[in-house]
């Protein structure tokens, strides 16, 4: 291996470990119990994983390579003198009809249940899952919620005892629990695909390993539970939105806007599938979250171009998601819909009053899109400032670089707005 190849290899490698990190996770846990100790052992192995086969190439079994050295750090861990109660317990294991670890096997959604215990709060439940599950980095998951690194760290490790002390038995829970446990399972499977699709921090714009992962588990969810509305839903969703990624930058990764995008690079597989799920939730008496959204989604991608998009069924569509939710965020996107069909100056009166709301204040996401209202206005000024103020604000390096070129395209100059 050529040192130009080690970038290629280690992509490649830390994708490979990001789809099997579930299902050694799952194996060892099966077999050996104690998922806060399996969790750091799987992570440890990961860590090894992501050096030795990069330079010594993939080995025959990659699964089981991780799960024997998960299992060596486990029984490291056992020989311990402060752990002689979890070392007799892990003896009493081997003794057992538990069976070994298979490599075929996916425990990915067990693991998702087990860790939306209901004695975990549901914050802790989703922080606990985007880390063991999901791929994510603790410094991802918080800066996705908001909190110092420290602070999410500890978050994490109180989850982690707190499933190691619930005595869950590993498997699928029973319809009732699993019916408790659903929703939370929903919300971190988005967030995973979130991250993907407009990763928080970093250089790219987004992260296709995510919304990949995202994706395969929301069809082992589809397959789990076929008559759902929301779990389809979610799916049709998430393909939908996929089906853009390849329109969403140019050839040197540069964000474009929907309303900008090539739309022959859409997906249209992915668009037909996403579609038929989508209706298919919509049967339901009930519109859900998730199947409101993929609604939207199909609107947009039916749409032979951004202008001749219905925004007035996508602005129907957003209140009724609002009383579903009453998310700040999708107040958001409802004002950019209700400009788009009724003109930018009713919506930026929500705008303002979104940018004293407790969780947008200070987003730059609010004034992005204050700015492309202004801008819609005429008001090119204070839009160049939104502009300006919403590229400070976001710490994704290709988000900047737009927000910064719509700022440079507004070459206008005015003095200080009064109320600034």
Known sequence: MTVSDVPDAADRVEGLLRELAPRALG?????YGHFD??????????????????????????????????????TDLYRGGEARRRREDLAASWSSD??????????????????????????????????????????????AFLVPEATMAQRISRAKRT??????????????????????????????FNEGYATNHGTELERSDLT???????????????????????????????????????????????????????????????TALAMNALDHSSMGE?????AIAALHDGAPSHDETDWRRILSLYTVLLHRTDSPVVRLNRAVALAMA???????????????DGVLAGSHRVHAVRAHLLEMQGDLCRAKDEYVAAAAGTANTRERDYLTM????????????RDR
């Not at 699928?172 to 971190?188: G, M």
């Open 163 to 192: 499933i190691a002390g619930s005595g869950e038995p590993f498997a699928l829970p029973d319809p009732a629990a699993r019916d408790e446990r659903l929703a939370p399972v929903l919300r971190i499977v988005y967030l995973i």
């Open 290 to 294: 998730y199947a409101a959204q993929a």
């Open 27 to 31: 194996g060892v846990v099966r077999r």
């Open 406 to 417: 719509k700022a440079a395209a507004l070459d206008v100059v005015s003095p200080p707005s």
């Open 212 to 274: 990949a992962e995202a994706i395969r588990l929301g069809r082992l969810l589809h397959e789990l539970l076929p008559d759902d509305a929301e779990v389809t839903g979610l799916l049709a969703l998430m393909l939908l939105t996929e089906a853009r990624r390849d329109a969403r930058t140019t050839a040197g990764g540069a964000l474009v806007p929907l309303s900008e995008q090539d739309r022959t690079r859409w997906d249209r597989s992915l668009i037909a599938e996403g």
């Open 342 to 356: 009724d003109g930018p100056a009713s919506a930026l009166v929500l705008v303002d009053e979104l940018a004293d």
């Open 37 to 74: 100790d399996a969790e750091d052992a799987v992570q440890e192995a990961l860590l090894a994983a992501s050096s030795a086969w990069v330079t010594d190439g993939l080995p025959d079994n990659p699964i089981g390579w991780l799960v024997r050295a998960a299992s060596r750090r486990m």
């Open 98 to 143: 538990q069976p070994a670890p298979a490599s075929g096997r996916d425990d990915t959604l067990v693991l998702f249940f087990l860790c939306c215990h209901p004695a975990l709060p549901a914050a802790s439940a989703v922080t606990l899952t985007l880390r063991a599950l999901g791929g994510l980095t603790t410094r991802e998951i918080a800066a």
